[in-house]
């Protein structure tokens, strides 16, 4: 096991040098100088050199680089051209959303997910199975944006029991700010969990055409009996895979909801720096999303081989 | 009274009769086996006895367990008595374990799905349990997971789960269909034992005649849903009646009429000491790779004409000596001559043509969306000026005559086809661009023992009518011997024993040979039996 995590570990330092240089260096070549765009289209090239040395644009590519993964091991992100703050600050203000709403999202997710999904492999072809897979069906198709504003409608503007949007803030304890966030993570929540009851659902009905599953009955397991404690566990690899890249969906592509419910969240950082040629804060965001992304991937890997046992002796 | 009795039992899924009106019974200490050819019904006889059966299943009729009658039973009470009253052994030990859970799990779950005990206690007892099947506590702890162990060992593993509560029946389906024939011998001898131990009855259900010749002491024989024929094995074997029975017996056993080979022929195929190695997966990051050598300089000829068995136990190297010899991969040393001409990439076409293959699945082997025309005409792509248009539409007709079907089957797709069918449609592939040398790679294993047969006759007379050789690769002993004039041993990647056929199988030489032959079952001697029991008769 120790050996699996190590080498796990490595590929995930590995991958997050690879995705600092990408990230770097696509940002580089996209057109438009920060500072020509920041002091507008009548600058003096001297004014807009002075700008370009005091951001630290005039040495060259590489130092910038180092320089910018060398403050980011110290937690420092830069600072943000047009707003001339500390990145790490801004960052630090929105993750506290984004995080916090794509745990909540995804917990609400794979408790409704898991259940539906469960129920409706052990009713396979009756009406149950045909309800839940008829409802997940739906789920996929229509737009969170659209489950936003319906949920908008019915439970801030009819029904009053939430706020239309914004965010309450950590500040004002953790209660009123989970409660801003309900409505959003279950916009979130919904077509994400119609995506894992199906694959749950259908990892399970695989399993129980295994011939364990009958070796099982043979002991004098019950149906339920032999789902739960063989059929289960067997099926959590595919739908690992699924709640991994779900997560990492819901971090970074959060920022339409983030949007309807007006959330200082990072989706919308990132749109706003992108407009305004704020590259520092962009990559910044980009490589601290990569490194969540990466990260989760690393959990679920640890997590197949807390599941499946040939895993780690296959390493 | 006896253990096990199923009265009139009959059994249909949807609108689909499966069994009718099967009748036999098990006293305890029995062995009763049930055999008959694939989709004559033995599985789900087992499956009637569990009240395993698909939910759509409709039974009539009485299975009574001493006295309880099974099929009036509640879930609950079956849920009761399945593991703890009755047992069973699958035919896939590969895939009949739960490969999350670890061996002790298992077989603990079966002792305390039935009786209430603390956790250590319930282990001592699967260590004792495991320990009486042949897996000690020190080479395989409760620890180990099934992923580490071998087919035969994963099986004994099945086997300590199903008799872990001591069932008063025990039912086995094909257990050792999936098995090495020394690890059947093995299995067999270890199902017997613990009959006789714990006085069981014993429910076996296999197609193996050699094997329930040796085991049973009642045989049922079935044939579609029916039961045809049962009775004492001895008196059974000895007096035959139904047909089928004895069709059956006759196709077990069945000898093809092989031509005389000739002799002082030229090589057709010569391997020189092949070795064919396999990476293994790293272990350390800068280590230098280790690998596996699964074919150790191997080298043998084939004659023109010549028909060759090898023989080999799963692991032995004799897949990947044919896939090299097939050119499909590449051999770390040593020569393969086809020909003329060295096995390759650059082998000619002229050269590679000679050589064609059948495999053993006629399932899985066909492209399903092809009809048979296009899966025939394939080889066709090695020639540079393929025949079109009428002389094309004449050979195939030739070929698929040739092999026993009918020209219009040219328009079918693979699926209109039986298993034997499309062995058939494998080898007329295979006959399309007269060959001089055909692979048979476990070619009639997938096969009923009377398909299986005419198989065999055909592989005979064709090889008469173009004078082919063949390298027949297979693991059951019988068929190389009735199909071959030269045999192969193959152990750990060496040819270990080469000959004549009959010579060989007579006075094997190497001590793995006489093991192997020793392992094989076989079917008893009927002219034998019957005199016999008639010299018996007459003395009484």
Partial sequence: ?315 | MSLLSVQNLSLSIGPVPILKDVTFSIAPGEIVAVTGESGSGKSMTALAVMQLLPDSAQTTGHIMLRDEELTAQSEKSLCAMRGNCIGMVFQEPMTALNPLHTIGQQVVETIRMHAVMPKAEAEAEAAAMLTRVGLPQDRFPLSRYPHELSGGQRQRVVIAMAIARRPRLLIADEPTTALDVTTQAKILDLLKDLVAEYDMGLLMITHDLAVVADMADRIVVMRKGEVVEQGDTHHLLANMKHPYTKALFEASGHQVDLPNAEDGNAAILSVRNAVRDYALPRTKLFAPRAYHRAVKGVSFDIHHGERVGLVGESGCGKSTLTRAILGLEPLQDGSITAFGAPVGPDMPAASRIKTQVVFQDPYSSFNPRHRVARILTEPFHLVDTPPKGEALTQIISDVLTDVGLQPPDAQKYIHEFSGGQRQRIAIARALITKPELIIFDEAVSALDVSIRAQILDLIAALSRRHNLAYLFISHDLSVVRSVTDRVLVMQNGEIVEQGETETVFTSPKHPYTQTLINAAPLLPDLAALTSQTETSHDSA
């Fill in chain 1, 1 to 315: 096991m120790l050996r699996y995590t190590l080498k796990r570990a490595l590929s995930l330092g590995l991958s997050l040098v690879v995705a600092s240089l990408v990230i770097f260096f696509v940002i580089e070549v996209v057109p438009g100088d920060p500072a020509s765009f920041m002091l507008g289209l009548n600058a003096q090239p001297d004014t807009i050199a002075a700008l370009r040395s005091e951001l630290g644009l005039d040495v060259s590519k590489l130092e910038r680089y180092l320089a910018w993964v060398g403050g980011m091991l110290q937690g420092d992100f830069g600072t943000s051209y047009t707003y001339r703050t500390p990145v790490t600050e801004m960052i630090g203000d929105r993750i506290w959303v984004s995080l916090p709403l794509a745990l909540y999202a995804l917990t609400l997710s794979t408790l409704i997910a898991f259940p539906a999904g469960v129920y409706a492999a052990s009713r396979r072809g009756k009406p149950g199975d045909m309800a839940v897979m008829g409802a997940t069906q739906l789920g996929i198709a229509v737009p969170n944006f659209w489950f936003a504003m319906m949920l908008v409608l019915i439970f801030a503007i009819n029904l009053r029991w939430f706020s239309a949007g914004g965010f309450a803030g950590w500040d004002k304890g953790a209660a009123a700010a989970m409660k801003s966030l309900t409505l959003p993570a279950i916009a979130l929540a919904l077509p994400q969990s119609a995506i894992l009851a199906r694959v749950m659902r259908s990892a399970l009905l695989d399993v129980l055409g295994e011939d364990f599953m009958r070796t099982a009955r043979a002991k004098g397991l019950t149906r339920r009996q032999a789902l739960m404690r063989h059929g289960l566990r067997n099926a959590m690899i595919p739908v690992l895979t699924i709640i991994g890249m779900q997560f990492s969906f819901l971090l970074a592509g959060a920022i339409i909801i983030e949007q309807v419910f007006f959330l200082p969240g990072l989706g919308r950082l990132i749109f706003q720096s992108i407009s305004a040629r704020d590259l520092i804060v962009v990559e910044s965001v980009v490589m601290l999303l990569v490194f969540l992304v990466i990260l989760v991937t690393f959990l679920v890997d640890l997590a197949y081989a807390a599941v499946d046992p040939r895993l780690k002796s296959r390493t």
